[in-house]
């Protein structure tokens, strides 16, 4: 937590009465507060949960703004938790300090972490997407299973992506069950919501290397020069893979030579294998010198 460092005792004591207490299922804020359980909720309000003290901490240091922070009753007087607790108040935000059911009816879950947290959404606008050499974007169209978008984020964050772009007809980023797969990435990698049409003229214009990953692809992934030049790897969807609308924009079709029995590969698979090789050149692991 990079801006909001030590915390006097006058500030602590000067939010007391800001914490709101609560204990049942029926109060109006847990309700709403389950209902971004719906994407439909988390559309109109813009917003979305995510869960754990670490997540919570690092998501502030990168800038995002927490609407509510709920805490279980445990949790009263930690330091991090009251320092997130300030922070949140002197922003504008609410801050719930609830009973054990509460938590476990809010997050579904038997163990509940203690921390959680609604956050506003955040999406980059395609326009605003300046590539440079060296950059490797990950597009994905109508991606459908919500731990397949978790994992690829978390992916493209491990392999330093730009970002990652949602073309068309996809899940959710903000359910519940993506961010939790992205383990804290969501906050951390940019991410553009688009139409095919408009992706289409967006690469026509930015015209980066587009490489579509495909089962029919004629190039061997790992013959690709990706250094130097901004990349977008294009990835098909889980059941029908790239439609040829989107197949024949691409630079190169590439694929990623299989044997054995298996048809394909599972989706997040691919994009992983796909973006290490694109950033091979950019990775190491710095001075390993004991
Ligand atoms: N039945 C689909 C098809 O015919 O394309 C399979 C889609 S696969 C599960 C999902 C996506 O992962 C594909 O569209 C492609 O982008 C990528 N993929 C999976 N295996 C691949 C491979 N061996 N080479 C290149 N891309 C692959």
């Known amino acids: 937590m990079s801006d909001h460092g030590a915390e006097g005792g006058a500030a602590r004591s000067a939010r007391v009465g800001q914490v709101k207490d609560i204990t049942s299922l029926s109060n109006p804020l847990i309700k709403d507060i389950r209902a971004l359980a719906m994407k439909k909720h988390r559309d109109e309000t813009r917003t979305f949960l995510a869960e754990g003290l670490k997540l919570v901490i690092d998501a502030i240091d990168l800038g995002w703004s927490i609407r509510t922070l709920i805490y279980a009753k445990a949790q009263r007087g930690k330091e991090a938790v009251e320092k997130i607790a300030a922070l949140t108040i002197a922003r504008g935000g609410l ?16 163990n509940p972490q203690a921390v959680i947290a609604v956050f506003e959404q955040q999406l980059m606008k ?10 490797t974007w990950v597009a994905l169209d109508r991606v459908r299973d919500p731990g397949n978008l978790g994992t690829i984020i978390r992916t493209a964050d491990a392999a330093g992506a730009a970002g990652v772009m949602l073309i068309g007809d996809t899940v959710d980023p903000f359910s519940t069950e993506t961010v939790r797969a992205t383990m804290g990435s969501i906050f951390a990698v940019p991410l553009v919501r688009t139409s095919e049409k408009d992706f289409l003229v967006w ?17 061997d992934y790992r013959s690709i020069g990706y250094k130097g030049r901004p990349v977008v790897l294009l990835m098909g969807n889980e059941q029908a893979g790239l439609p040829d ?9 590439a694929r990623i030579p299989q044997s054995g029995r298996a048809d394909s590969l599972n989706l997040a698979i691919a ?20």
């Open 126 to 135: 395609l326009d605003a997407v300046r590539m440079k050499p060296d950059d």
């Open 203 to 219: 690469s026509g214009k930015a015209a980066p290397l587009l490489v579509g990953s495909h089962l029919k692809g004629s190039v």
């Open 95 to 110: 801050v719930l300090e609830v009973s054990d059911k509460v938590l476990t009816a809010i997050t579904r879950r038997d």
């Open 245 to 253: 609308t989107l197949a024949s924009a691409c630079g190169k079709l």
């Open 271 to 290: 994009t992983g294998i796909m973006l290490f090789e694109a950033r091979r050149h950019l990775l190491d692991l710095g001075d390993t010198t004991p």
